[in-house]
C-alpha cells in the first residue's frame, strides 16, 4: 500500500501510528502532546483514516472504543477524555462535554457497521441505550433538542454559547440517523431548520448559515449569537442537516468572507474582540483571548479536511482540489514539526505538532477527492 501512496499521507499515517497505544489513540504524540485517549480527537481521526484499510487504523478503532466505553460515567455520558496513562501526568477521567458521548456513538456505529464487526458491536449494546438516554437527559426544553453549557463541546475554552448549539444538533442528528431513530432525526432537522417554531430555528436565511447557538426569546430579546461556527456548519452539510440550497449559502459565505485563506479554515468569523457584543471577561485567560489565536478564529487543519470534503459533497470539485493543496501545504509548514493543532492566520506560525486530527482529516480529504466521494 505505501507505494501507492504519497509523501504527505506516508507522513499522516506516521502521525497517528505515533499517537497509537496499547489503549487506544492518543490525541497528539508523545512526549510533549496530549497523551490520552480525547473521545471526539480519537474518533475524528480514525473515521478520517477509514477508508484507507490500514490495519493499525482498525487496531486503534476497537481499543479507543473499548478505553471509552470502559469508563462511561453511571448516567451513560461517555468521557470527554481518559488520561490515566501517562506517568508524568494526574490519572484522571474526564467527562463535562456533549459532544464526546455522540462522537462515541457515531464512531462505534460507522467502523462496525462498515468492517461487519457484528459481535463486537454487541458487545456495547447496553452501553448505547445509556449513552442515548443520556443524552435524552440534556432535553431540559423537552423539544427533542439536547442542550449544552457554555465551553462543552470541542470548543472547550471559547467561545461562549449555550443552550441549542449547531455543533450538537448536527453529531445528534446524524447519531440518531446512524441507529435507526429517523422519528427523532426528523424531529430535530424541522426543529433546526425551523419547520416548527422560529424561535428554535438554527437557520437564518439572512444571514446565509445556521447561527452557532441560540437559547430562549424574551419578547424582542433573545439569547443567541450570528458569529459563523464553521465546524457545526460543515458537519450540517455533511451529515445532510442542511439541505442542498443551505449548504451551498453556506459554502458561499466562506468564500464570500475568506474564511479558507489563507488556509482552510478559520474556525470562527469574525473574531471576537473585548469591543463586541460576543466577548466575556474570561476569555482573557484562555489562549483565544486575542482575535486570530487558537479558537478566536484561528486556522484548525482538521476542520479544513471537513472543508474539502463538504465541497466534495457539494461536487464543486475544482475548488475541493485547490483547497485540499492548502490544506496539505499548512499542515507541511513546519516540515520537523508535521499537522499542527492550529495556525494563525496572519503570522503562519504553527502551535502543537503531530496531532492526531490534524492527519486524519487530511487522509479524509484527499482521499474524498481522488474518489470524487465524501467519505465522512
Known amino acids: 500500500m505505501a507505494a501507492n501512496l504519497s509523501v504527505p499521507e506516508l507522513i499522516a499515517l506516521d502521525v497517528i501510528a505515533s499517537c497509537a497505544t496499547s ?14 485517549v480525547f473521545s471526539r480527537d480519537a474518533m475524528i481521526t480514525l473515521l478520517g483514516a477509514f477508508s484507507y484499510r490500514h490495519p493499525l487504523v482498525d487496531q486503534q478503532f476497537e481499543k479507543s472504543l473499548v478505553t471509552l466505553g470502559l469508563h462511561q460515567a453511571p448516567s451513560g455520558q461517555i ?30 456505529k460507522t467502523y462496525c ?8 458491536f454487541k458487545r456495547f449494546s447496553k452501553q448505547v441505550e445509556n449513552a442515548f438516554h443520556w443524552l435524552l437527559c440534556q432535553d431540559t426544553g423537552e423539544d427533542g433538542m439536547p442542550e449544552q453549557h457554555p465551553t462543552s463541546d470541542w470548543q472547550d475554552a471559547f467561545p461562549h454559547k449555550y443552550g441549542h448549539t449547531i455543533n450538537t444538533q ?37 444571514l446565509g448559515y445556521y447561527r452557532p447557538w441560540r437559547w430562549k426569546s424574551h419578547d424582542q430579546f433573545h439569547e443567541t449569537e450570528n458569529w459563523f461556527d464553521t465546524t457545526g456548519n460543515l458537519l450540517a452539510i455533511l451529515f445532510d442537516l442542511a439541505s442542498p440550497r443551505q449548504a451551498e449559502l453556506i459554502l458561499s459565505y ?41 479558537l478566536n478564529g484561528g ?16 461536487r464543486r470539485f475544482a475548488e475541493a482540489e485547490r483547497e485540499l493543496h492548502l490544506l496539505e501545504k499548512s499542515n507541511l509548514l513546519n516540515p520537523n514539526q508535521p499537522f499542527p493543532e492550529w495556525i494563525h ?31 465522512f
Open 23 to 36: 489503549n487506544g489513540l492518543f490525541a497528539s504524540a508523545p512526549p510533549d502532546g496530549y497523551t490520552m
Open 299 to 314: 486556522i484548525w487543519p482538521f476542520v479544513g479536511g471537513l472543508y474539502v470534503t463538504a465541497l466534495v459533497k457539494l
Open 79 to 108: 468521557p470527554n477524555a481518559v488520561d490515566l496513562f501517562d506517568p508524568k501526568r494526574k490519572k484522571e477521567v474526564s467527562f463535562a462535554t456533549i459532544d464526546s458521548t455522540l462522537w462515541w456513538l457515531i464512531g462505534l
Open 345 to 375: 492566520p496572519y503570522t503562519q506560525e504553527t502551535f502543537g505538532v503531530q496531532q492526531a486530527w490534524s492527519a486524519g482529516t487530511y487522509l479524509l480529504a484527499k482521499k474524498s477527492v481522488e474518489t470524487k466521494k465524501p467519505l
Open 254 to 294: 466562506i468564500e464570500q468572507h475568506h474564511i479558507n485563506a489563507p488556509f482552510p479554515i478559520r474556525v470562527i468569523f469574525p473574531a471576537i474582540t473585548p469591543r463586541t457584543h460576543a466577548w466575556q471577561d474570561y476569555y482573557k485567560s484562555s489562549a483565544a483571548g486575542k482575535p486570530f489565536h487558537y
Open 170 to 206: 448536527a453529531l445528534y442528528f446524524h447519531a440518531l440517523n446512524l441507529y435507526g431513530r429517523k422519528k427523532q432525526a426528523q424531529q430535530v432537522s424541522d426543529a433546526v431548520n425551523g419547520k416548527l417554531r422560529p424561535d428554535w430555528s438554527l437557520w437564518d436565511d439572512e
Open 113 to 120: 457497521h462498515a468492517r461487519k464487526k457484528t459481535a463486537f
